[in-house]
């Protein structure tokens, strides 16, 4: 075999490796080694769900830039009861439930949470100026004595009001508001990158897998106890019926 050869056949085994290894490792993160690992774990029938949420002080340094501000992030993981069948899991079967009127609030995907990013990162318009003019009215009151009244012999006094418009050429110049990181596109699909790559991954699994999902701050609420609701709602059991997975996560972190 010539060195040519040998070099395409190198690459397209390496090409293999690589292709197999994806499969093997979904897009997500790790599973911790058991569910009793994570804040609150619960049973269905094929697998076990487990979630926690992400401190906000670890949350801050997962991606290039922070999206601790506008977005709650849970970590959840999928244990499948030994010997049961491939499940199909889908990142949107979770959401987290509002116990007030059972309203159902979806994750955002990763495009969605970095284009939010990026706008509240641009820079804020500044007011218009007509070149290096600025234009200002200006009004006063005074107090003044005038001359002497020919029949009392008393100065005459009195208020005056008058008022004007000034033009002035020149002048400060407003500070420049300049962009905060997550502000370019550049910025937008680093991070639109690293937020898919961990996010909960969807498809056919045997085995443990784990991912993020990201929730909008403004959307979702505690219950009265202080925790957040999170459903599964694509499990589907032996029967196959779907079935929910309800997991109760402690609004507060340790």
Do not use: W
Request: aromatic share 8%.
């Amino acid at each position: 075999m010539s060195a040519l050869a040998r070099y395409t056949a190198a690459v397209a085994l390496g090409a293999l490796s690589l292709c197999a290894g994806d499969d093997t490792h979904p897009k997500g993160v790790h599973p911790r080694a058991t569910p009793d690992d994570y804040a609150i774990k619960a049973s269905g029938k094929n697998a076990i769900f487990a979630a926690s949420l992400v401190p906000a002080e670890e949350a801050k340094h997962l991606f290039a830039f922070d999206i601790t501000g506008k977005f709650l992030i849970f970590e959840v993981a999928y244990f499948p009861h030994e010997n049961e069948p491939p499940a199909l899991l889908d990142v949107d079967d979770f959401v987290i439930k509002h116990s007030d009127k059972g309203a159902l609030t979806h994750g955002a995907d990763a495009t969605s949470v970095a284009s939010s990013i990026q706008k509240d990162s641009a820079p804020r318009e500044l007011p218009s100026r007509m070149g290096d003019t600025q234009v200002m009215t200006e009004a006063h009151v005074g107090y003044e004595s005038g001359p002497r009244d020919p029949v009392t012999g008393q100065k005459t006094s009195g208020v005056y009001t008058g008022g004007g418009v000034a033009v002035e050429h020149g002048g400060p110049t407003p500070p420049a508001d300049y962009p905060k990181p997550g502000a370019s596109p550049e910025d937008r699909r680093l991070l639109v990158t690293q937020l898919a790559d961990r996010q909960f991954p969807s498809g056919k699994f045997d085995h443990p897998v784990a991912g993020y999902l990201y929730f909008p701050r403004s959307l979702v609420k505690k219950d009265k106890d202080g925790n957040f609701l999170l459903e599964h709602l694509g499990e589907t059991n032996g029967a196959g019926m779907s079935e929910t997975v309800q997991l109760v996560i402690p609004g507060k972190t340790r």
